[in-house]
């Protein structure tokens, strides 16, 4: 057990539904990461969070957005859900910027 | 795009052999991870090395970096039934505002 949660582990949904997915990171870890793993891109970074403040991002769509609420837990949007967004999504979180600690993920399926 | 480029994509050995998994990158780094991930599960921190190490143990692991090739391999000497699972390499940038950047991994399955 990483210490790090996610909810929910599976959801199912519709082309142009909108989805939240939610992240409690390791006691103390100030970092917060997303990851999108899908078959044909491996595992894509998303965005990451410090302490509230979006500190890096990366292959994020402009139909998602994240955000860090002050007790650190965060949430991932997706919006205008496509096919191709079926995935697993995985957040981690970390201490020092160098050991993340991933969750179990959500598998998100698409239909 | 990805950073690192796991080689094999897929290797089959029998329990008690040694797996040899190699990583090739792209761009100067500030230290280089391995993380293991059981099917659908979540990502499991192995081990760190930093880009002034050159070869870093722990347990059956063990990891060397060559940096003027921009590679490492990873070791697990000894396999069991249960090493069976994806093994990614992950570098940290030394420029840029990625904090990790993952190759594709390599599936191991270690045969009873």
């Known amino acids: 057990d990483s210490g790090v949660t996610q909810t929910p582990k599976h959801l199912i949904t519709a082309t142009g539904q909108r989805v939240t997915l939610r992240c409690s990171p390791r006691?103390?870890?100030?970092?917060v990461y997303w990851y999108q793993q899908s078959l044909d891109q491996g595992l894509q970074f998303l965005i990451q969070?410090?302490?509230?403040?979006?500190?890096a991002k990366g292959n994020i769509l402009e139909r998602f957005s994240a955000q860090q609420f002050p007790d650190l837990h965060s949430e991932l949007n997706l919006s205008s859900l496509e096919l191709g967004d079926s995935a697993l999504y995985f957040c981690?979180?970390?201490?020092?910027?160098?050991?993340?600690?991933f969750g179990p993920g959500t598998r998100l399926t698409v239909l | 795009s990805q950073q690192g480029e796991e080689d094999p994509q897929a290797l089959s050995i029998q329990e008690g052999e040694n797996a040899t998994m190699n990583c090739s990158y792209k761009?100067?780094?500030?230290?280089l991870q391995w993380y293991r991930q059981n099917s659908g599960r979540g990502l499991v921190h192995l081990i760190l090395i930093r880009s002034n190490e050159r070869e870093k143990h722990s347990g059956r692991l063990r990891v060397t970096l060559d940096t003027s090739k921009k590679s490492s391999s990873l070791l697990i000497t000894a396999s069991r039934a249960a090493d069976t699972a994806s093994y990614f390499c992950a570098t940290v940038p030394n420029s840029g505002n990625t904090p990790l950047v993952f190759g594709k991994g390599t599936r191991l399955s270690v045969i009873a």
């Open positions: 761009t100067s780094i500030n230290n």
């Open positions: 981690a979180s970390s201490a020092d910027g160098n050991e993340q600690f």
């Open positions: 969070y410090y302490n509230g403040e979006e500190r």
């Open positions: 006691s103390g870890d100030l970092s």
